[in-house]
């Protein structure tokens, strides 16, 4: 799926490699992740790798002088405009190399197939009809010399057209504006900065920032921060960071965190390529899912509807006070370690479905249950972690009534409540994508998969545990406790990846 | 504003022309909507030799403010079983008319590649699946005798206006 996205006519994209000088960011690459904790109640910083791996962030805009750079290079060793070079590049995803290949194996066929062969060689311009009357094609109104222009292709337009063409490109075409051609029927001239500098200067920077924007959007080693309206972008240092799995980017304008590989939320332990195809999965069954993970769920004793609008998994029937939890329905008391039980609701088992039965319809619906058992738990984490992260907001206010609710204490005394919120935030989002790795997982390799699930159970039982601490009501909760807690779920936290990182050996 | 004053004073240098031209095309009759002249009507002779032969076909042509910039969106009035044609709404499917637009063209022009559209169907990018699958089938006997149907049915009633402005006398 992923391989057909790419369709590049010339070279094999797969195999073509980044040299280590050329197209390769030119920067001094100071590694800017900090991890700032001064706070010793703090939990340890979260990833274990991502951290120091040479991601900058950096304003749009400091990607401009990377982009001249290339620029003048092509436009120097082609000997070509350098409007003509912009067109060129950005047909090559901005990688000289790659240009520099196809140009000299058939320099002519590439400058017509791109639109600027009349830009480079100027000699023979097509003029426009001769019979025609000095009538721009646009308004059918008579063009005054001096007030109208052509792309070197020769069709002649007039200037107030020309500069509505240019407006209309940008406003109604949006980034793909840079593609815009000339407005001539048929003619594949490609319009570029120097019409919209002579033409339309007041879309001239407009157009400008399409066309950093496709850079950024082509490179290898950039990636816009997707926060909401964040303009930052991560850069990596070599093409062999964005090739690295786990590799996270931390935005310092709005503090998002993504995969510098896929741009995703960072997805431990799964990889890119399972996160993608669990999504795509996700997308196509959603209606199913949808339909049997209705939002409410009934008391598996009293069948009235609850609704679960808290972080925890243990839920108490306000009607008939049964407890029971919600991923399983079972009944509460048998989950909790401590009653000899054992927490079961991260297994998927498939001895509990009818196994004999091997009709295709059977299969699909086996198929369709181990699904659904992923995405039930993947989808609970999901949510839960929106939660937290809701209530991470409001930390804050509760953090202020703790201090005023006892008298001596410091700011730095309630922190405590603050980096259990963290997290639980992060712990919900690694046992989120836990299910994805599950879902992928060998399903032959017995050793592996228990091993696993024991580190997940582990996790799991803990976030639950932590859940329920920071929600109590400030005057039942104990501080210790809670920090305790905070720091053994951090440990199952890294323990889980660790043991996915390290290729779960032992 | 003076974005609709520019597409208005194109769409009237276009009537102009049309009306002022030696040799009208014979196959296309265009009328700007009374009061309006943004809102246009073509009838379009259907091609000979196509199973849309001998009818009339009534189109709706709306330009926008942003007009010649943007492309007229031209809806079928008549009913027509073609693969690029929404069988309900009329709308067409073509190319020129979205993406490959050219400012450069006019209502005629576009009116122009519609008849093209007539005779040369494109089933690969259908709007009425069922006549894109009849062609792709290889099944034209289907296709020619559908079309043809639809044709008789709807598009034989609309008489070709003799052209009022002029004396001039269709051929």
Known sequence: ?506 | MSLNLAAAKRLRKELQNLKRTKEPDPDIYLIPDGNNILQWTALLRGPSDTPYSGGVFQLAIDCGADYPLAPPSITFVTRVFHPNVHFRTGDVCLDILKKEWSPAWGVQAACRAILALLSDPDADSPLNCDAGNMIRGGDMLAYNTTARMFTVENAMFLAWPSTATTTDKEG
């Open chain 1, 1 to 506: 799926m992923s391989d057909d996205d790419y369709s590049y006519e010339y070279s094999e994209e797969e195999d073509y490699e980044i040299g280590d000088d050329d197209d390769d960011m030119d920067w001094n690459s100071s590694a800017t992740c900090t991890i700032a904790s001064e706070n010793p109640n703090a939990a340890p910083t979260l990833g274990l790798a991502g951290v120091l791996n040479g991601i900058r962030i950096s304003p749009a805009d400091d990607l401009r002088p990377e982009m001249k750079r290339r620029l003048k290079e092509v436009t120097e060793i082609l000997d070509i405009p350098e409007a003509a070079a912009s067109v060129l590049l950005r047909e090559h995803k901005w990688s000289k190399e790659q240009l520099f290949e196809v140009f000299y194996a058939d320099s002519e066929k590439l400058l017509k197939k791109c639109g600027v062969s009349n830009r480079c060689d100027p000699k023979d311009p097509m003029k426009t009809d001769p019979d025609d009357d000095n009538c721009c094609p646009i308004c059918y109104d008579d063009m005054e010399d001096g007030q109208k222009m052509s792309m070197p292709c020769g069709h002649e337009f007039c200037m107030s057209c020309w500069h509505d063409f240019c407006a209309n490109a940008i406003e109604q075409e949006g980034p793909s504006c840079v593609y815009v051609t000339c407005p001539e029927a048929t003619c594949t001239e490609v319009v570029t900065e120097v019409e919209f500098q002579k033409a339309a200067p007041d879309y001239l920077q407009k157009f400008q920032t399409y066309q950093l924007r496709n850079f950024v959007e082509s490179n290898r080693l950039t990636r816009w921060c997707p926060g909401k309206g964040c303009d930052r972008i991560a850069c990596a240092p070599t093409a062999s960071a964005m090739e690295q799995d786990g590799n996270v980017a931390n935005c310092d304008s709005c503090y998002t965190s993504f995969c510098m590989v896929c741009g995703e939320e960072p997805h431990a332990p799964s990889e890119c390529k399972d996160l993608a195809k669990w999504n795509e999965k996700c997308r196509n069954e959603s209606e199913t899912a949808n339909w049997i993970l209705a939002n409410t769920k009934s008391c598996p004793k009293c069948a009235s509807r609850i609704e679960k609008n808290q972080g925890c998994n243990h839920i108490t029937c306000q009607r008939c006070k049964h407890e029971f939890c919600w991923i399983c329905s079972g009944d509460w008391a048998s989950h909790g370690a401590n009653t000899g039980g054992y927490y079961k609701c991260n297994r998927y088992d498939p001895k509990s479905t009818e196994t004999n039965d091997n009709s295709a319809a059977a299969k699909a619906k086996r198929e369709l249950d181990r699904y659904l058992h992923y995405y039930k738990r993947y989808h609970a984490h999901s949510e839960a972690q929106k939660f937290a992260k809701k209530q991470l907001k409001e930390t804050e206010s509760r953090m202020v009534m703790l201090q005023e609710s006892s008298d001596n204490s410091k700011w730095t005394d309630v922190e405590f409540l603050k980096t259990a919120n963290e997290q639980l935030v992060e712990c919900r989002k690694v046992l989120k994508y836990t299910y994805v790795y599950a879902y992928y997982m060998n399903p032959n390799d017995t050793l592996q998969k228990e091993r696993f699930e024991y580190h997940q159970e582990m996790l799991e039982k803990f976030t639950e545990n932590l859940s329920e601490q920071s929600e109590k009501p400030l005057d039942k909760m104990d501080r210790t406790d809670v920090v305790n807690q905070t720091r053994v779920v951090d440990r199952f936290m890294k323990n889980i990846l660790k043991y996915v990182d390290e290729g779960m050996e032992g």
